[in-house]
């Protein structure tokens, strides 16, 4: 069986992808939005991932995003909720680098191992999360969080069609 190693990517749709480090949807997993990825540092924070070797669609929902963060594991601990908002730093809200579970009723998140959006990423879709082992974290280390947009449907990506010309 043969794979595909993919080193550039030019993504001209409005849908969002996860593309993972290796066969069958497995290991560092790297989120794709529109635009163009010639290197692999354009995708990834990562020092060890220069490819990827399978992708998915990401399931986006048009409607309002929520995500629920818990300190420790079980919904248990400091609690934070967030709503249609990035936020680049958990620090400057109580939480000091550790996140131990996970709620998202609507919206699809992205959370990050490093303040800024930086280190692992791991894709937060509807659902709950009881332990950082549940999306893949060999920690629970999370400082940064960001939503994806739905690109048909949020304002910053809306295409509308041209206007005709009144006489």
């Known amino acids: 069986m043969s794979s595909v ?84 730093t958990l620090w400057a809200h109580g939480f000091c680098g550790r996140l131990g579970s996970v709620k998202v009723p609507s919206g699809i998140w992205v959370g990050y191992q490093y303040p800024g959006y930086r280190g692992y990423q791991y894709l937060f879709e509807r659902g709950d999360f009881a332990h950082w082992n549940e999306w893949a974290a060999s920690q629970p280390q999370i400082q940064s969080i960001r939503r994806i947009r739905d690109m048909l449907w949020a304002p910053q990506g809306c295409f509308l069609p041209a206007r005709s010309p009144s006489n």
């Open 5 to 88: 190693l993919w080193t550039h990517l030019p993504l001209h749709t409005a849908l969002s992808w996860v593309a993972f480090e290796q066969c069958n949807l497995r290991g560092e997993m790297f989120i794709l939005e529109k635009g163009e990825y010639p290197r692999w540092d354009t995708w990834s924070s990562s020092c060890r991932s220069d490819c990827f070797r399978s992708l998915r669609p990401v399931r986006m929902e048009a409607q309002e995003q929520k995500i629920l963060l818990f300190e420790s594991a079980n919904f248990r601990g400091n609690k934070m909720e967030i709503q249609e908002d990035d936020v680049p």
